[in-house]
T-cell receptor
Framework: AQKVTQAQTEISVVEKEDVTLDCVYETRDTTYYLFWYKQPPSGELVFLIR??????QNEISGRYSWNFQKSTSSFNFTITASQVVDSAVYFCALRLNSNSGYALNFGKGTSLLVTP | SQTIHQWPATLVQPVGSPLSLECTVE??????LYWYRQAAGRGLQLLFYSVGIGQISSEVPQNLSASRPQDRQFILSSKKLLLSDSGFYLC????????????FGDGTRLSIL
């Protein structure tokens, strides 16, 4: 079985605050991939990052950083110094290596609102 | 570079009418193709995927069907729409290599009246 939980349904912050979006996953597979996508109000899903199960290095890209911890089955996403343009729904997704067609299992998403 | 096109962008249909949504990918060969639905409340549900021409896998039994008549064309259809078919439909492609992400089209907002 596989499952992705994004417990935070909605988060509201004031511009320049840091914010962390949580993602917890469940799988018995040893080989898998984790993804984060951003869905702005226009609707399209934008790929942000991929991480495989053997690479626990944290990653930083500008104001974005990701913390992957296999011990807690978490892949959290932090936005530093948030901006209004960061307002979107963010999805965490899991792909098992054994998934037919490399299908993704998405969490329900976290809606982030950044106000001026 | 690869691009994905999805149309129409919005669609309003009466209950019981047929449906055809089209998705095409450019700049790649033999991609994996996917249809997702996002109902109100944001969750993304995988409806169908295809790993090759004529090969369709259904994830959720429902009122919809999918076809892949050409390598880079994926069509979502229904013979008779239900109110519950309303939602935001997203097409995606992936290279067929396991560690690569899926890339999504702009989506179709479908409203059933």
């Amino acid at each position: 079985a596989q499952k992705v939980t994004q417990a935070q349904t909605e988060i509201s912050v004031v511009e320049k605050e840091d914010v962390t979006l949580d993602c917890v996953y469940e799988t018995r597979d040893t080989t898998y991939y984790l993804f984060w996508y951003k869905q702005p109000p226009s609707g399209e899903l934008v790929f942000l990052i991929r991480r495989n199960s053997f690479d626990e290095q944290n990653e930083i890209s500008g104001r974005y950083s990701w913390n992957f911890q296999k011990s807690t089955s978490s892949f959290n996403f932090t936005i530093t110094a948030s901006q209004v343009v960061d307002s979107a729904v963010y999805f965490c997704a899991l792909r098992l290596n054994s998934n037919s067609g490399y299908a993704l299992n998405f969490g329900k998403g976290t809606s982030l609102l950044v106000t001026p | 570079s690869q691009t994905i096109h999805q149309w129409p962008a919005t669609l309003v249909q009466p209950v019981g009418s047929p449906l055809s949504l089209e998705c095409t990918v450019e700049g790649t060969s033999n991609p994996n193709l996917y249809w997702y639905r996002q109902a109100a409340g944001r969750g993304l549900q995988l409806l169908f995927y295809s790993v090759g021409i004529g090969q369709i896998s259904s994830e959720v039994p429902q009122n919809l069907s999918a076809s892949r008549p050409q390598d880079r064309q994926f069509i979502l259809s229904s013979k008779k729409l239900l109110l519950s078919d309303s939602g935001f439909y997203l097409c995606a492609w992936q290279t067929g290599i396991g560690n690569q992400p899926q890339h999504f089209g702009d989506g179709t907002r479908l409203s059933i009246l």
